[in-house]
């Protein structure tokens, strides 16, 4: 971790960069969207020919392999650039909206306008994918960005930064403040007019506090305890390497890592042999990175030695002193238990046997935590009914993991994993004030709903209520309509 400087001088920082990025927007904010586009697309272009070096930087700040950070930070981010070049100028055309006849000749609209500054606030996990991607939608949107990375993540930050000022965006419209949770505050002291906060339920608490204080809303992607749920239908040779690589990838450091395996008993025995074996392969390779949080590994440490007091039992590896340092496997472990309840940011997954669809949906859904989800089944309908009754914000059916990369799928959780979304259409609007317009066609001197509030037009909205709520035939709906417009014409004369 990098010292915090003194709060003076960190307010001071916050408050410059902040003024810096209101100016900004003030240019930025005005240029059309397929401009703003064209300028993403530089970006993307940058990042395939910069890759190798970002790839080297995000190896030595997040512990990844050259595989994982390849197809985990800069693919997915490769895939959103491209999508926002693609789509952000059709997304964010006004959407027209209906207008019911007692509003009278009107025209409705939403328009889609950019927020202002965006103050992103990210971890250290995916830093460059979690630094570059929400920068990218606010910026898309019209908005500008002040970007707080992790104190872990600076080099990878830095990065971003230059990569932006080399695809040519406006001076200051992305500006990097480094610093911990101090200055996260206190650009949020700043009052932006959006904060987008990717981390721990800590963190997100604690952003969220200092935001209410000046009524600034909040994105908030926090942790997960994801379920992966095996019906006994499912292909099992698909399934052993998909819980290998959903717990493992990454030192099971990514919010969306398999937490949870949850088999149906027929074949809990065997599916958890297979999985032991490759567990004890795949750590052998070196392939799943390495653990670089040190106070999140003794965290999963204690979980696993306290599941193991209360009954679970230590599959891989032999020896209860590796425990969460590296690939562990615990079984027939019990709901109630911290690691199955706990975030667990170390490769430790949990396995837990269930009877029905039932069981096993109440299981998965008996957390804190909503982020995502998979559920593995040759039976497609099946799968889908207990997808269907999953609280979660994503789900998967025979896959993991990749559902996040989806560009056009809203991405965020449910309950303690967060709220609010990014990534898809609903992901780029998040970034944008929805301002509704509602146009006026009529030549009228006066309206009906204005003043006098006298007898009449107590009598003729009463009628009006009447027919288009009360139950009454066809006929008397088309007599009452032609009865009422005449008086509304006759009052429009009085007036
Ligand atoms: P973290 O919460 O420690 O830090 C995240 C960011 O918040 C950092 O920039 C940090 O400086 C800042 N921060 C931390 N405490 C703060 C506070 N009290 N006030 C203001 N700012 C604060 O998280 P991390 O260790 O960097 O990342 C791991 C966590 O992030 C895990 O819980 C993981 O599940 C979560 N995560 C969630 C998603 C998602 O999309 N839902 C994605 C990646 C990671």
Same mark, same amino acid.
């Given at each position: 971790m990098t010292e915090e400087v003194p709060t003076s001088e960190t307010a001071r920082r916050a408050s410059a960069a902040m003024q810096s990025a209101r100016t900004a927007f003030d240019g930025w904010s005005g240029i059309d969207p397929t401009e703003r586009s064209a300028c993403i697309e530089r970006m993307r272009r940058k990042i395939v020919l910069d890759r190798d070096e970002i790839v080297r930087t995000i190896c030595a700040e997040a512990g990844k392999t050259r595989a994982e950070a390849l197809s985990s930070d800069v693919l997915p981010t490769l895939e959103m650039l491209r999508y926002l070049e693609r789509e952000t100028a059709r997304i964010l055309e006004p959407r027209k909206a209906k207008t019911p006849l007692v509003f009278g000749r009107a025209s409705s609209r939403v328009e889609y306008r950019p927020r202002g500054v965006v103050v992103v606030i990210a971890p250290w996990n995916n830093p460059f994918q979690l630094s570059l991607v929400p920068a990218a939608f606010a910026l898309a949107a019209g908005n500008t960005v002040v970007l707080k990375p992790s104190p872990l993540a600076r080099k990878t930050a830095a990065l971003v930064g230059r990569l932006c000022q080399d695809a040519g965006l406006a001076q200051d419209a992305l500006q990097v403040e480094d610093g911990g949770a101090e200055t996260a505050l206190a650009l949020i002291a700043e009052q932006p007019d959006l904060v987008f906060f990717t981390g721990g339920p800590a963190g997100g608490r604690a952003v969220l506090e200092a935001a209410a204080r000046h009524l600034i809303p909040v994105i908030l992607e926090l942790g997960g305890k994801d379920p992966m749920i095996v019906l006994a239908d499912a292909d099992l040779e698909r399934v052993e390497q998909a819980a290998v690589y959903g717990a493992f990838t990454h030192a099971g450091q990514h919010c969306v890592s398999t937490k949870r395996l949850l088999v149906e008993k027929p074949i809990y025995g065997t599916l958890l042999d297979r999985i032991a074996n490759l567990t004890r392969s795949l750590t052998e390779t070196g392939e799943w990175g390495r653990v670089v949080d040190e106070r999140a590994m003794a965290a999963a440490a204690e979980q696993v030695r306290e599941a193991v007091a209360d009954?679970?039992?230590?599959?891989?590896? %032999?020896?209860?002193?590796r425990a969460g340092a590296e690939p562990t496997l615990v079984s027939d472990?019990?709901?109630?238990m911290r690691l199955v309840q706990e975030e667990t940011f170390a490769p430790v997954l949990a396995v837990l046997p269930f009877e029905t669809d039932a069981e096993a949906v109440e299981m998965a859904n008996d957390s804190p935590f909503g982020l995502n989800a998979s559920v593995w089944s040759g039976d497609a309908a099946r799968a889908d009914d207990v997808v269907g009754r999953l609280r979660t914000g994503n789900a998967c059916v025979n896959n993991?993991?990749?559902?996040?990369?989806?560009?056009h799928l809203p991405f965020g959780g449910v309950k303690a994993s967060g709220f609010g979304r990014y990534h898809g259409p609903e992901g780029l609007r998040a970034f944008c004030v929805e301002t509704s317009v509602l146009a006026s066609r009529s030549r009228r001197?006066?309206?009906?709903?204005?003043?006098?509030? %006298?007898d009449n037009m107590a009598e003729m909205t009463d009628e009006l209520i009447e027919l288009r709520y009360g139950e009454m035939s066809r006929w008397q709906r088309l007599t009452g309509w032609i009865r009422v417009g005449r008086k509304l014409t006759r009052r429009g004369k009085n007036l």
């Amino acid at each position: 971790m990098t010292e915090e400087v003194p709060t003076s001088e960190t307010a001071r920082r916050a408050s410059a960069a902040m003024q810096s990025a209101r100016t900004a927007f003030d240019g930025w904010s005005g240029i059309d969207p397929t401009e703003r586009s064209a300028c993403i697309e530089r970006m993307r272009r940058k990042i395939v020919l910069d890759r190798d070096e970002i790839v080297r930087t995000i190896c030595a700040e997040a512990g990844k392999t050259r595989a994982e950070a390849l197809s985990s930070d800069v693919l997915p981010t490769l895939e959103m650039l491209r999508y926002l070049e693609r789509e952000t100028a059709r997304i964010l055309e006004p959407r027209k909206a209906k207008t019911p006849l007692v509003f009278g000749r009107a025209s409705s609209r939403v328009e889609y306008r950019p927020r202002g500054v965006v103050v992103v606030i990210a971890p250290w996990n995916n830093p460059f994918q979690l630094s570059l991607v929400p920068a990218a939608f606010a910026l898309a949107a019209g908005n500008t960005v002040v970007l707080k990375p992790s104190p872990l993540a600076r080099k990878t930050a830095a990065l971003v930064g230059r990569l932006c000022q080399d695809a040519g965006l406006a001076q200051d419209a992305l500006q990097v403040e480094d610093g911990g949770a101090e200055t996260a505050l206190a650009l949020i002291a700043e009052q932006p007019d959006l904060v987008f906060f990717t981390g721990g339920p800590a963190g997100g608490r604690a952003v969220l506090e200092a935001a209410a204080r000046h009524l600034i809303p909040v994105i908030l992607e926090l942790g997960g305890k994801d379920p992966m749920i095996v019906l006994a239908d499912a292909d099992l040779e698909r399934v052993e390497q998909a819980a290998v690589y959903g717990a493992f990838t990454h030192a099971g450091q990514h919010c969306v890592s398999t937490k949870r395996l949850l088999v149906e008993k027929p074949i809990y025995g065997t599916l958890l042999d297979r999985i032991a074996n490759l567990t004890r392969s795949l750590t052998e390779t070196g392939e799943w990175g390495r653990v670089v949080d040190e106070r999140a590994m003794a965290a999963a440490a204690e979980q696993v030695r306290e599941a193991v007091a209360d009954g679970a039992r230590l599959v891989v590896p %032999d020896d209860l002193d590796r425990a969460g340092a590296e690939p562990t496997l615990v079984s027939d472990c019990s709901p109630s238990m911290r690691l199955v309840q706990e975030e667990t940011f170390a490769p430790v997954l949990a396995v837990l046997p269930f009877e029905t669809d039932a069981e096993a949906v109440e299981m998965a859904n008996d957390s804190p935590f909503g982020l995502n989800a998979s559920v593995w089944s040759g039976d497609a309908a099946r799968a889908d009914d207990v997808v269907g009754r999953l609280r979660t914000g994503n789900a998967c059916v025979n896959n993991v993991l990749i559902n996040i990369g989806n560009p056009h799928l809203p991405f965020g959780g449910v309950k303690a994993s967060g709220f609010g979304r990014y990534h898809g259409p609903e992901g780029l609007r998040a970034f944008c004030v929805e301002t509704s317009v509602l146009a006026s066609r009529s030549r009228r001197r006066t309206e009906p709903n204005w003043f006098p509030h %006298d007898d009449n037009m107590a009598e003729m909205t009463d009628e009006l209520i009447e027919l288009r709520y009360g139950e009454m035939s066809r006929w008397q709906r088309l007599t009452g309509w032609i009865r009422v417009g005449r008086k509304l014409t006759r009052r429009g004369k009085n007036l």
